[in-house]
């Protein structure tokens, strides 16, 4: 059996299968199981199951969340969205990076690409890029999107996001569910209560729109908090592809009749506004236009 250290000093190894609840260590049974409603979720493919994880595993990982205010990570503060995401896995805890590379072992992979149906092969990203660890503090959010779709350093296709949530005691009334919206933006299919030890995956696409919309209304002393994990592949089908965005950055959607997504609009069009000064307009001409 195969096993990964949790490299605490004097504690002893944790097996691969030990990282999972016992209902779930026959992972490949548990991918066939649930393939069909992976494939048939409303309004994309996407699933999510409670308590998959070893509970101890967890409370190590939570215990090992990192101070994401501190200046090596990374501080979103947008119309789009206010969180706090870590860089690498730098910060992560020697538990947290065992547990991490399960999840980007064969094994798990295996278990991710019956269960999905996707054809290409699906690759693990080791930098991390755009996931790890994930926090939203009262008031933050992240506005309805669709991911970018291309790896910075690998130039691979995004293809799957798994969200593993850590919150224990969370109330509906805290808000902070993770919500999945069909194409035209005019409905939320599924909402998705970011319990301790539920996972989340879905298959990412031009058109998998989701997120947390609205501002957290939990207790000054409490905050969402999530580790994301990416997978890719070296191409996708062209039906996941909206045409003259084959590579793009995070494309930012607003709810149809919800006017606090007005913010999110200007500040898209101000953001591309300076991307077209800055590709296509001479630097003397955007000198003397700063005057």
């Known amino acids: 059996m195969t096993t990964?250290?949790?490299?605490s000093e004097g504690a002893?190894?944790?097996h691969a299968l030990e990282y999972l609840n016992p209902q779930y260590r026959d992972l490949?049974?548990?991918?066939?199981?649930?393939?069909?409603a992976y494939k048939s979720a409303d309004p994309f493919p996407?699933?999510?199951?409670?308590?998959?994880f070893n509970p101890a595993v967890l409370d190590a990982v939570l215990d090992e969340f990192p101070d994401l205010e501190s200046k090596d990570?990374?501080?979103y503060h947008t119309p789009n969205e206010v969180k706090l995401a870590s860089r690498s896995e730098r910060r992560f805890g020697h538990l947290?990076?065992?547990?991490?590379?399960?999840?980007n072992s064969e094994p798990f992979l295996l278990f991710l690409q019956e269960l999905t149906s996707i054809e290409e092969t699906l690759l693990p990203d080791p930098y991390f890029e755009g996931g790890g660890f994930h926090q939203t503090q009262p008031g933050g959010f992240l506005k309805i999107h669709a991911d970018f779709n291309k790896h910075r350093l690998t130039g691979l296709d995004r293809r799957l996001n798994v969200l593993i949530y850590l919150n224990k005691d969370w109330k509906d009334e805290y808000g902070g569910h993770f919500e999945l919206w069909d194409r035209d933006m005019a409905r939320c299919a599924?909402?998705?209560?970011?319990?301790?030890?539920?996972m989340a995956l879905f298959t990412t696409t031009d058109f998998?729109?989701?997120?947390?919309p609205n501002p957290l209304t939990c207790p000054p002393d409490r905050s969402r908090k999530s580790l994301a994990l990416y997978y890719y592949s070296n191409g996708r089908p062209a039906s996941e592809i909206n045409p003259g965005l084959e590579d793009h950055t995070t494309i930012f959607k607003d709810r149809k009749g919800d006017t606090t997504d007005a913010g999110m609009r200007k500040f898209n069009a101000l953001q591309s506004a300076k991307v077209f000064v800055k590709e296509f307009i001479p630097p003397i001409v955007t000198k003397m236009m700063k005057r």
């Open 190 to 198: 599924k909402k998705v209560a970011p319990h301790f030890n539920t």
């Open 96 to 103: 947290t990076k065992a547990f991490v590379h399960f999840l």
């Open 12 to 14: 002893p190894a944790v």
């Open 46 to 52: 996407n699933i999510a199951f409670q308590d998959f």
């Open 28 to 36: 490949q049974a548990v991918a066939t199981a649930f393939k069909l």
């Open 208 to 212: 998998s729109y989701h997120g947390l």
């Open 4 to 7: 990964f250290p949790n490299l």
């Open 73 to 75: 990570n990374i501080k």
